[in-house]
């Protein structure tokens, strides 16, 4: 299961980003139909993040299908996430992620594997789950959706996109903010992708319906942010130290994580470049 929805993060957060590569530069010069309230409300969430000192929250990511010929999914995966400026320590099931202002770390402990990386970004607030995702559907693919905003309630804004052309690459985008200090409550996408079915099931589908193709499965992928509090760790948590250590230029995990393989793709700078052990 938590290998299952550690792919389905994955091929979320890229469904687009390739295609988005692509068409970039066809609409690169093309005015994006992005209401200006949308904007003004997306900077002012982003800058929550940004702004804050440290922070810390819970995330719980639900991956669900419908019933399609008997098959369905439903899987969750729980983390919790802390931001301190250029730093950051955060969990997704059972993969820990710490980066300082030299490194990005993430420990594989299932696979008993860790990946030595340079920052990802200079303000971890840019870490926040799916944000780059956003980023992108909204710059890229604006003119595929139809854009509302509304209030779910008293103290709940949404902003949705409907999807109106092929190109859009969700049915629905639909993010749930509190607008009276601009924290996000949920972010959820809804989606089709043929079905992952059984070969003697699918045999008797294409039979039984006289056609070639894979049915389509509707899907939905959630991402709720809970339990904001503005906690943070003693400083002595982030340091590489913790994880890993170095000899003679070569990179070698910690005590702790002593029978774990490193993977290190940290560009070679002042290091010997990481030789498989």
Known sequence: MQKNM??????????????????????????????????????????????????TFDVKFNYGSDTLLGKFDAEQMDGTYTLAGNKAKY??????????????????????????????????????PMREQIDSLLSVYADHYNIATYNLSADTGVIQLTGIDSLAQFDRFSLQYDNRNYMLYQVSYDYKEPAELDSAVLESYKISTGTTDVPLQKKRFTIRFLNYRYDNYDEAVYDENNYIWFENGMCKPSARYNSYKIYYVKPAVHYYEQREQ
């Open 91 to 128: 969990r997704l099931g059972d993969i820990d992620f710490m980066q300082n202002d030299s490194f990005f770390i993430a420990v594989y402990n299932k696979d008993r594997l860790i990946m030595v990386d340079e920052p990802k970004a200079i303000n971890t607030g840019s870490r926040l």
């Open 6 to 55: 550690t792919m389905t993060v994955k091929k979320i957060a890229t469904r687009y980003i390739l295609t988005a590569m692509l068409i970039t530069a066809y609409t690169a010069l093309k005015a994006q139909s992005v209401p200006s309230g949308v904007i003004q409300t997306l900077q002012s969430i982003y800058h929550n993040y940004d702004s804050v000192k440290y922070l």
